[in-house]
Nanobody
């Protein structure tokens, strides 16, 4: 099991950038796949980006070319660099760590894109 704490959310203007961090503790971080999800009010949870333990990445079509997921196994931290932000990106972003089909979740971090 791993404990996750997200940080880095907040308010940003349209077109701006923000980086979310997900710090892990409690287990061998490098063996986990890490993912970022988002879920707005009344909407289904959406996978934003995912990185495997081997470093392979996948992205939702809506964020390809704008968002980049990465990980630093030495720091036990996953990141989501978000560029060219749009108002529709506004929501809570949650970090997930998954190993052998069993997920652990952070509590989420609000990111708002607005003037």
């Amino acid at each position: 099991q791993v404990q996750l704490v997200e940080s880095g959310g907040g308010l940003v203007q349209p077109g701006g950038s923000l980086r979310l961090s997900c710090a892990a503790s409690g287990s061998i971080f490098s063996t986990y796949a890490m993912g970022w999800y988002r879920q707005g009010p009344g909407k289904q949870r959406e996978l934003v980006a995912r990185i495997t333990s081997g470093g392979r990445t996948d992205y939702a079509d809506s964020v390809k070319g704008r968002f980049t997921i990465s990980r630093d196994n030495a720091k036990k931290t996953a990141y989501l660099q978000m560029n060219s932000l749009k108002p529709e990106d506004t929501t809570i972003y949650c970090c997930e760590a998954e190993r052998c089909g069993v997920p652990d979740w952070g509590k989420g971090n609000q990111m708002t894109v607005s003037t």
